[in-house]
């Protein structure tokens, strides 16, 4: 098992829960090579602005071994924002496909957001597998 988080912070806190060493890398410095079975992107990648995502979907699609697993979840709708000073890149059914080749997709769904807080805000989920090299 690997695990890396843009924050240093965030790094230094899952490590210690994990009891395993957490890289402090953005997805755009992730060069693995057909290594990982699965790999879980839970609120993650919705930090990717769009101009990036291809090229960081490829680089998952390369670190994962034939029929490897990826989850991805993003906040739902279709538009690029700063909120509170974090960037965020929302998705939905038809904008993700954009970034989808090379994959097969398993299942699309959407959900409410489980804090208390924030019932009305919704999330993409998705779970695909490569396909090709």
Known sequence: MA????SPELAAIASELLQLPVVVQTFR???EIDLYDGIWCCASLLHVPNSELNDVFKRLHRALKYDGVLYASFKYGIEERVKDGRFFNDQNERTIQ???SGFKVLEIWVTG???PDRETEQWLNLIVQKQEH
Do not use: G, I, K, S
């Not at 695990?3 to 843009?6: G, K, P």
């Open 113 to 115: 957001d489980q804090r």
């Open 29 to 31: 410095q992730f060069d």
């Open 98 to 100: 954009t970034y989808l």
């Open 3 to 6: 695990a890396f988080d843009a």
